[in-house]
Nanobody, 120 residues
């Protein structure tokens, strides 16, 4: 399966963005979908994951209560709604598909990344 992430952009502190992850060429509903991010000079870190059916989600402590992950299997698309954005959220965001885990090694398929910049 191929993934394409989009929806990033420049937003002010306290603002919001919605990222999308479109899947092509595979059975999207066979995979958990996760978002990771990588800030300049830092390692890639887990943000959120949603189960294959969308009934279970897990969030990193840093985004809990501000971000919401969801998916629409009929559209082969996953989403990450990001509210109350902070400058610390500035990063390239990647979507991934694979087993439901919190480490990037558990994901076989990756999108190209979309840049989110939060200005103060």
């Amino acid at each position: 399966v191929q993934l394409q992430a989009f929806g990033g952009g420049l937003v002010q502190t306290g603002g919001y963005l919605r990222l999308s992850c479109a899947a092509f060429g595979g059975s999207f509903s066979d995979f958990a979908v996760a978002w990771f991010r990588q800030a300049p000079g830092k390692e890639r870190e887990f943000v959120a994951v949603i189960s294959r059916t969308g009934t279970a989600t897990t969030y990193a402590n840093t985004v809990q209560g501000r971000f919401t992950i969801s998916r629409d299997n009929s559209k082969n698309t996953g989403y990450l709604q990001m509210n109350s954005l902070m400058t610390e959220d500035t990063a390239i965001y990647y979507c991934a598909a694979g087993r439901r885990g919190v480490t990037y090694a558990e994901y076989d398929y990756w999108g190209q990344g979309t840049l989110v910049t939060v200005s103060s």
